[in-house]
């Protein structure tokens, strides 16, 4: 599992307040942050709001898949793919465009994955089970 600084929008200062409450990779997260009572939990002990941990934790579900990493879970979220269920229902070639086209504007990945890499993702997300509910 990655480390939990590598999610993207976790800034070093989170990073350390999470550290200290012993959430050091993406699986301590999702352990913590799985539900929504456990994601109401840790945002009122750390101070975050519940819907930043959300997206957290959704973030790190998806980099669970093959070939995602922090980057691409943040470029999937902003074209409205935050959980891989969200990644499952989409077709590679018009998730390809749509990924291209946000990348163009926001220079959010430095490589633009291609419709083969995206395809695989939809692939390997078949064969993992959510945790965040």
Not at 39 to 56: H, K, N, P, Y
Not at 73 to 101: F, P, Q, W, Y
């Amino acid at each position: 599992m990655a480390r939990i600084d590598e999610i993207a929008g976790i800034d070093p200062k989170d990073a350390t307040k999470l550290r200290k409450a012993g959430i050091r990779t993406t699986e301590a997260m999702l352990r913590r942050a799985a539900t929504k009572a456990g994601r109401d939990a840790l945002a009122l002990e750390m101070g975050f709001d519940s819907e930043v941990v959300l997206r957290w934790a959704q973030r790190a579900d998806v980099m669970r898949v093959k070939g995602i990493g922090s980057e691409y879970a943040l470029l999937l979220e902003m074209c409205g793919v935050s959980t891989i269920k969200d990644l499952r229902r989409r077709n590679a070639t018009s998730l390809a465009t749509k990924l291209a086209h946000l990348n163009g504007r926001k220079a959010t990945v430095k490589r633009l994955p291609t419709e083969s890499m995206v395809s695989g993702w939809i692939d390997a997300s078949a064969l993992v089970e959510p945790i965040v509910k």
